[in-house]
């Protein structure tokens, strides 16, 4: 790696980039006037020295780029499609929603469709064009479930060792999440296994306590999408969304759309967690950065109206949120929030709940990719 301070020798490279901004979300402070430089996509400076005649001036505020650890679908197409068309619409989807990195997702489906589909998504990530936002790795949000919200419950099921070694051999080192439902038998002893595989563990689609505290002890540090599918939050009968809030091990992902958990709901949250264990999240669907309509999820038709997506039932089935959309949301929901905050629950927490190294902070050796908070609100992803 380049030397911080050596500018002229990257800026003969052909492959070198340089942006002088306006103010930089730092890991400790937010900067003004902050020269950024790259080779080969990796950050080689970061200081408040003169820009090059060729550095790109960026208006607003740069944060370390978004990462988004669930999305089902965008831009029209949905992962589970698993064919390399879809998918490649989807990671330029995400990008255009303001996310540089994310996780494929996969939500329940018969068993043997599920394999088949974590073995195509996984070799398309194997042999990603560059092109779009990152694909870290796949997120599996069932069948180890215990509440369906818009999951199939039939398809339900235990995470036994005999299924862990399937799962792990269709995924070939691409799984990077497993969501489970902490009440499910052998919900434990999975934890520990996949965690000890390097595998993130999240909680998740139940609605119950049972086994939520067995679970955190095994190794699972988060939970998936805090208080949806999780019952209700009670003063007295505790269940997975009290007892996530209460555990200082849990980082607790949450989708801010207004509709899946209410403004006042968001701002208790983050007086909770604070800008350590906060996540921003999309559970983005086919939906995400279209217009309303109809849309398919893992063979589930779906109805996006007024960007609030819904199965036949009425249970809201994902989102149409993009991770720009979230943060605007956040930002309108938590006053007290600014850019540094933001960078925190939608960055590096992400990257580091995921072990995703490289993202998550404006930091030597990181990927040259940001999401840019522009003074007039929007955002959108640069690199
Ligand atoms: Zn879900």
């Not at 893992?298 to 036949?312: C, F, L, Q």
């Not at 995921?354 to 690199?383: K, Q």
């Given at each position: 790696m380049l030397a911080a301070t050596d500018q002229s020798t990257y800026r003969v490279r052909v492959n070198a980039s340089e942006w002088i901004v306006d103010r930089a979300s730092l890991p400790h402070a937010v900067q003004a006037e902050t020269r950024v430089g790259a080779v080969d996509g990796r950050i080689v400076a970061v200081d408040q020295m003169a820009a090059g005649p060729q550095a790109k001036r960026l208006r607003g505020t740069l944060l370390p780029g978004f990462v988004d650890l669930q999305v089902n679908g965008a831009g029209g197409r949905s992962v589970d499609e698993a064919t390399p068309e879809a998918l490649d619409v989807v990671a330029r989807a995400v990008w255009d929603g303001g996310a540089v990195a994310f996780l494929p997702t996969l939500?329940?489906?018969?068993?043997?469709?599920?394999?088949?589909?974590?073995?195509?998504?996984?070799?398309?990530?194997?042999t990603w064009n560059g092109e779009g936002a990152e694909p870290l790795g796949l997120h599996l949000e069932g069948p180890f479930l215990a509440t369906p919200g818009a999951h199939i419950e039939k398809l339900f099921l235990d995470p036994t060792p005999?299924?862990?070694?399937?799962?792990?051999?269709?995924?070939?080192?691409?799984?990077?999440?497993?969501?489970?439902?902490?009440?499910?038998?052998?919900?434990?002893?999975?934890?520990?296994?996949?965690?000890?595989?390097?595998?993130?563990?999240?909680?998740?689609?139940?609605?119950?306590?049972?086994?939520?505290?067995?679970?955190?002890?095994?190794?699972?540090?988060?939970?998936?999408?805090?208080?949806?599918?999780?019952?209700?939050?009670?003063?007295?009968?505790?269940?997975?969304?009290?007892?996530?809030?209460?555990?200082?091990?849990?980082?607790?992902?949450?989708?801010?759309?207004?509709?899946?958990?209410?403004?006042?709901?968001?701002?208790?949250?983050?007086?909770?967690?604070?800008?350590?264990?906060?996540?921003?999240?999309?559970?983005?669907?086919?939906?995400?950065?279209?217009?309303?309509?109809?849309?398919?999820?893992?063979?589930?038709?779906?109805?996006?109206?007024?960007?609030?997506?819904?199965?036949?039932?009425?249970?809201?089935?994902?989102?149409a949120l993009t991770m720009a959309l979230a943060a605007r949301n956040f930002l309108t929901f938590v006053e007290s929030a600014g850019p540094w905050t933001l960078a925190r629950i939608?960055?590096?927490?992400?990257?580091?709940?995921?072990?995703?190294?490289?993202?998550?902070?404006?930091?030597?050796?990181?990927?040259?990719?940001?999401?840019?908070?522009?003074?007039?609100?929007?955002?959108?992803?640069?690199?």
């Open positions: 939500i329940t489906a018969p068993w043997p469709v599920l394999l088949q589909q974590i073995d195509r998504v996984a070799q398309w990530i194997e005999e299924r862990l070694g399937e799962l792990l051999a269709a995924a070939r080192g691409k799984l990077k999440l497993v969501t489970i439902g902490n009440a499910r038998d052998g919900a434990a002893a999975a934890t520990k296994t996949l965690t000890e595989a390097g595998i993130t563990v999240a909680l998740g689609h139940c609605d119950r306590g049972d086994g939520f505290t067995a679970c955190v002890d095994a190794g699972a540090t988060a939970v998936t999408h805090l208080f949806n599918v999780m019952g209700p939050l009670h003063h007295r009968k505790l269940g997975p969304a009290a007892m996530a809030l209460d555990d200082e091990r849990v980082s607790c992902p949450i989708i801010v759309d207004g509709v899946h958990v209410a403004a006042a709901m968001v701002r208790n949250a983050f007086k909770i967690l604070g800008p350590d264990r906060m996540v921003l999240v999309t559970d983005a669907v086919g939906a995400a950065g279209m217009q309303d309509g109809t849309y398919s999820l893992s063979g589930i038709e779906v109805t996006a109206k007024h960007g609030v997506v819904r199965d036949g039932n009425g249970n809201l089935a994902g989102s939608a960055s590096s927490n992400p990257a580091a709940l995921v072990g995703a190294a490289s993202y998550g902070a404006l930091t030597l050796g990181h990927r040259a990719a940001f999401t840019l908070l522009d003074d007039d609100g929007s955002i959108r992803c640069v690199r």
